[in-house]
Each structure stands twice: as C-alpha cells, then as structure tokens.
C-alpha cells in the first residue's frame, strides 16, 4: 500500500474518489485519456483534478450503508416489540427513543411531529458512523486494497462532505420553519431589528445593516460550526489511530486500547452535541417574536 511513514498517513487520508477527467489527461500510469471520462482516481493527484463534482464513494457508500443499518434494525426491533419479555434488542431501542424524547421535551419549546424523528435520527446515524473510527486503521482498507479499490475511508463523519451535508440539511430546516413559523416579515424583522433597536424610526433604520450583518453571520455560523465541530473532532480521532499504526507492534497494543476507550466517550458526545444543537435551532426557529 504505502512506504514511507509519510505516504502511509497520506493513503489513509486519501478518500476513494470518482469524478471526470479532461479530454488529454496524462495519468499517473502514463495513459492518456483520450476523451473526456468518469473514473475511479488511481492518486490524489488525480481526485484533486477531478474538480468539484467529484464524489468521494467510500465516504457516501458507508453513510448510506450505516444509515440502513440504523433503519434495519430499529424497524426489525419495532416489529418484534413485545410487552412479555422484550429482547436485548427492543430495550436498547426503548433505552434509545427514551433518551431523544425526554432530550426533545427538554429542550424544544414548540409544538412539531418531526423533531423527535429527526434528532432520535441524527443522534443514531452520526454514532454508526462516528463508531467505524475504532475499527483498525488497517483492516477495512486492507481487505477493500486486495479487492481491487486503491483508497478506502471507512469513518464518514471524517469528510468534510458529509458533515457539511448533514448540517446545511438542519440549516433548510431552520430556514423552513423559520419562515412557517414567523413569515417572512417576522423573519426579516429577526435578522434586521436585532439586536440593536431603538424607538427612533430613524436610528432604527441606520441599525438595520448592522444588524443584518451580525444576524447574517450568526445564522451562516450554525451549519458551519456543526459541520466543522463533528468533522474536526472525528478527524483528529483518526489521525490519532493512524499515527499509533505506525508504532511498533507492542506500542500499539499500549496506546490504541486507552485511546479507543477515551474515544468512545468521543463519538457518543460528538453525536449527542450535533443532535442536541440541532433541536435547539429548530427550537428558536419555531419562537414566534410577535
């Protein structure tokens, strides 16, 4: 796979990316495509100059993979549930829906049928995926590498991509319900009139580009801080993992198993913070100011 400690880090980093090449392009093999052609990347180099509608598979084929797994199991568990002598199963399912709602009464003040869902949903999906950071390092990518797929990152929540996406999904909620529950002159008004007002019908028009600019901010600031915290976090944990696989055989054993036991508190607060930071959004969203 890689030689170097340095290229070892690297290949680990690298994302199994699927995009198009320009008409001419020199691989890293020495062919050139002849024709403008969507391919797997055989380098970074090659990922890198695949542009922006490039799509990394491995990150996308394990969200969605983690993501039916979720569903798989809570619908099988649903459809079991029983009151006589419930399964291990049905009371981890019971412990789970238990814990989002009394965390959705808690904290969302409003009055809708999806936040439970959605937040019982995030809160699942981001552990699945949080959890694949303690499979070895070399395991998954090893066994994807004899398959014939040059890259292999199993942990999604360590693409930028990904997170991004789950957080500009919550930033359309927060837009949606904002403008339902508040119109869009109550919307407006929120981004314009605060938090600088006056009574003066003069001054406050004058405050109304400042507080456009710090509302503005403010709101574009949600979906980057919740993309930026999982994704950062999560990463981190994973150079970590990396940087130990490069240690000698009894150093790994020495420091992964700490480490893996101090990064499980890790995946379950990241996906307990994301979920809780969103109900919290959709909550002020659904506060009408009138």
Same mark, same amino acid.
């Given at each position: 796979?890689?030689?170097?400690?340095?290229?070892?880090? =690297?290949?680990h980093l =690298?994302?199994?990316?699927y995009g198009?090449? &320009?008409?001419?392009?020199?691989?890293a093999?020495?062919t050139v495509?002849?024709?403008?052609?969507?391919?797997l *990347?055989?380098?970074?180099?090659?990922?890198s @100059?695949m542009g922006f509608? *490039? +799509?990394h +598979? @491995?990150?996308?084929?394990?969200?969605?993979?983690?993501? %039916?797994l979720?569903?798989? !199991?809570?619908?099988?568990?649903a459809k079991?549930?029983?009151s006589?002598q419930?399964?291990?199963? /049905?009371?981890?399912?019971?412990?789970?829906?238990e814990?989002?709602?009394n965390?959705v009464?808690?904290?969302?003040?409003?009055?809708?049928?999806v936040i439970?869902p959605?937040?019982?949903?995030?809160?699942c999906?981001?552990?699945?995926?949080?959890l694949?950071?303690?499979v070895? +390092?070399?395991?998954? &990518?090893q066994l994807?590498?004899?398959?014939?797929?040059?890259?292999?990152?199993?942990?999604?929540?360590?693409?930028?991509?990904v997170t991004?996406?789950m957080?500009l999904?919550?930033?359309?909620? #927060? #837009?949606y319900y904002?403008?339902?529950?508040?119109?869009?002159?109550?919307? !407006?008004?929120?981004?314009?009139l605060?938090?600088?007002s006056?009574?003066?019908l003069? !001054?406050?028009i004058l405050? %109304? &580009?400042?507080?456009?600019?710090l509302?503005?901010?403010?709101?574009i *600031?949600?979906?980057?801080?919740?993309?930026?915290?999982?994704?950062g976090?999560?990463?981190?944990g994973?150079?970590?993992?990396?940087?130990? *696989?490069l240690?000698?055989?009894?150093?790994q054993?020495?420091?992964?198993? &700490?480490?893996?036991?101090?990064h499980?508190?890790?995946?379950t !607060? /990241?996906a307990?913070?994301?979920m809780?930071l969103?109900?919290?959004?959709?909550?002020?969203?659904?506060? @009408?100011?009138?």
């Amino acid at each position: 796979m890689a030689g170097s400690a340095s290229e070892y880090i =690297q290949h680990h980093l =690298q994302n199994l990316t699927y995009g198009k090449l &320009p008409a001419g392009y020199e691989r890293a093999d020495g062919t050139v495509v002849d024709e403008a052609t969507w391919t797997l *990347a055989h380098t970074a180099q090659e990922a890198s @100059d695949m542009g922006f509608w *490039a +799509v990394h +598979v @491995d990150s996308l084929g394990w969200a969605v993979g983690l993501g %039916v797994l979720f569903l798989f !199991l809570f619908r099988m568990a649903a459809k079991r549930a029983t009151s006589d002598q419930p399964g291990g199963l /049905q009371n981890f399912v019971e412990v789970m829906v238990e814990f989002v709602d009394n965390s959705v009464k808690e904290t969302f003040h409003g009055k809708n049928k999806v936040i439970a869902p959605l937040a019982l949903t995030i809160f699942c999906w981001i552990f699945l995926m949080n959890l694949m950071d303690l499979v070895p +390092v070399d395991f998954l &990518p090893q066994l994807f590498h004899l398959a014939g797929a040059e890259y292999m990152k199993v942990v999604p929540t360590t693409d930028v991509n990904v997170t991004l996406g789950m957080s500009l999904s919550v930033f359309f909620l #927060i #837009i949606y319900y904002s403008l339902k529950v508040k119109g869009v002159g109550g919307f !407006l008004g929120e981004l314009t009139l605060h938090p600088f007002s006056s009574d003066n019908l003069v !001054l406050k028009i004058l405050l %109304v &580009p400042v507080n456009l600019l710090l509302e503005g901010v403010s709101l574009i *600031a949600k979906p980057i801080s919740l993309a930026l915290r999982l994704f950062g976090n999560l990463y981190a944990g994973e150079l970590i993992f990396i940087l130990i *696989a490069l240690l000698p055989l009894w150093a790994q054993w020495t420091l992964s198993v &700490p480490w893996a036991i101090f990064h499980i508190l890790v995946i379950t !607060l /990241q996906a307990f913070i994301f979920m809780m930071l969103t109900i919290v959004y959709l909550s002020m969203a659904h506060e @009408d100011s009138h």
